[in-house]
């Protein structure tokens, strides 16, 4: 699991996918997530503005990320 620390009490998911370095643009963030390939804690989540905050686990491409 990759710990990444934000600075922020929110972050939405495709600025999260950005900063995590998962994606590089966050115009292959929004195409992932509308294509049903993200999970939050567990379940797909394809709003590209999900409020993600701290202990929010998110899956992608065969990794998983933990927001602290």
């Known amino acids: 699991m ?5 600075n922020t ?7 999260f996918l950005k900063w995590s370095g998962a994606v590089s643009l966050g115009s292959e963030a929004k ?3 509308q294509d049903g ?3 939050v ?3 797909v989540e394809t709003r590209r503005g ?9 899956e ?3 990794e998983c ?3 602290v």
């Open 9 to 15: 009490e929110i972050i939405k998911l495709d600025a």
């Open 31 to 33: 195409i992932f997530i």
């Open 37 to 39: 390939l993200v999970k």
């Open 41 to 43: 804690n567990g379940k």
């Open 2 to 6: 990759i710990e990444v620390k934000i």
């Open 50 to 58: 999900k409020k993600l905050s701290k202990n929010d686990k998110i």
């Open 65 to 67: 990320y933990l927001i």
């Open 60 to 62: 992608f491409n065969n």
